[in-house]
Each structure stands twice: as structure tokens, then as C-alpha cells.
């Protein structure tokens, strides 16, 4: 495979897109906060319309608390989040707005989700979901397996950890360090020409 000159080294794609799996067993390996805290300042960076930045994050890491989140999982799900050494919950703050005037304060924007509050929750799906995808990336950068999983009630989820109704849950990422023995072998892609066309 042929490079262009600025882009990453084969071996970096490789563990970005090539070898990367969304894997749901993991070894015991833990977890650190400062890789939770790099984690977040990598994804941080990716792009949101009006830098947004919908997205929040709840990391669920102590025995406790997964036993709570695994029995509000489905069934087929419940055993990954517990073989997790953390899920992280990825929600979107319903009020994200309130914070434009400091991260863009090129324009009124927080004035602009005020006066047309039907965007407000599209804007926080679209670009929370975006978030989540960087997380993944970023976990993949650091050496991370990421199994996201939108198998869960959201709502009984939101009930227990965002009780004032704030932050709504969007999607679980099981992060640690994969089992590959466990995997099982990937679903094929569709190809270029089924998917896209270049007009
Ligand atoms: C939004 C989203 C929701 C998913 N939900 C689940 C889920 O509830 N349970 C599960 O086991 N896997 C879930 N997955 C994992 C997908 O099945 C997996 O990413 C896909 O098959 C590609 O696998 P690969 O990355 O190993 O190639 C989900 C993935 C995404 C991106």
C-alpha cells in the first residue's frame, strides 16, 4: 500500500482500521485514570457543528456500579460490561448550548438553539454520536479495545446515573485490553461501489 507523504505510518492504520475489532471480552488487565484522562483529551478534538460538544461521559468502573449498569443491559450484553474493566456510558447534554458563548464565541449561537429549540436535540444526536465514534478512535490510539454497544434500556440507565434528566445516555463502549482469543472472526464490508459514488 502506497502512502501519501502526511499520512500516518502503516503500522498506525493498521491499529486504527486494519487490526482493530469491537471486541466484548476482555483481560484483567485495569484500566488507569490518566489513560481515561488521555482518552478524553485526544477525542476531545474532534470536530462538533458550532464545537458543540454535546457529548458527555460517565466512566463505570467499580464492581458495584457495572453490576448496576450490566443488569440494565440486554441479556446477550450483560456478561460483556461485567468482563469490562470499565464502560463508559456516552450521553449528550440536552443543554449544551449553554456553554457556546465560551467555546464559540464567533457568533450567538447559544442565542440561535434558544430561539429554535426543535435543533437542539438533533444537533446534540448527531454530534454526541460523532463524539462517541472519537472516542473509539482514541481509544484504538492508545492502545485500547472499544465495544460499543447500543443494547441497553436507556431510560432505566438514565433514571439510575442522570436523575435530573440532563445528561441523556446514547451509547456504552466497553474499553480494556481484548481477550483476542475470544474474537470472533469480522463481518465483511460492503464495498465502494455499493455504498458510494463519486460524481
Ligand atoms: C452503535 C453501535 C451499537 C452496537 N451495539 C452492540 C450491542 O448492543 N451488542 C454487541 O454485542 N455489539 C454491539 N455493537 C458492535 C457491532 O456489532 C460491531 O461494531 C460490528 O459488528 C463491527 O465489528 P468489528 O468492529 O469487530 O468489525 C455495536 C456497535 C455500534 C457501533
Known amino acids: 500500500m502506497t502512502l501519501q ?14 487490526n482493530a475489532r469491537s471486541a466484548h471480552d476482555f483481560t484483567d488487565e485495569p484500566v488507569t485514570d490518566t489513560v481515561l484522562h488521555q482518552l478524553y483529551e485526544y477525542a476531545k478534538l474532534g470536530p462538533t457543528g458550532f464545537n458543540t460538544q454535546p457529548g458527555r461521559y460517565l466512566f463505570v468502573r467499580t464492581e458495584e456500579v457495572r453490576q448496576k449498569l450490566a443488569a440494565r443491559c440486554s441479556s446477550s450484553n450483560t456478561q460483556k460490561v461485567l468482563s469490562a474493566p470499565v464502560t463508559l456510558i456516552v450521553a449528550y447534554d440536552s443543554h449544551f448550548h449553554q456553554f457556546l458563548p465560551t467555546q464559540f464565541p464567533a457568533f450567538d449561537a447559544k442565542g440561535f438553539f434558544e430561539k429554535t429549540p426543535a435543533l437542539i436535540e438533533p444537533t446534540a444526536l448527531t454530534n454526541a454520536t460523532l463524539q462517541a465514534a472519537y472516542m473509539i478512535f482514541a481509544a484504538r490510539a492508545l492502545g485500547l479495545t472499544a465495544g460499543p454497544m447500543s443494547g441497553f434500556d436507556n431510560e432505566r440507565v438514565d433514571t439510575l446515573f442522570f436523575p435530573d434528566g440532563r445528561w441523556k445516555s446514547l451509547l456504552l463502549i ?14 465483511p464490508r460492503l464495498e465502494f461501489a455499493e455504498v458510494a459514488q463519486i460524481l
Open 5 to 18: 507523504n502526511d499520512a500516518i505510518d502503516w503500522r498506525s492504520i493498521e491499529q486504527l482500521f486494519i
Open 174 to 187: 466497553n474499553l480494556g485490553y481484548a481477550d483476542a482469543s475470544r474474537l470472533a472472526p469480522r463481518g
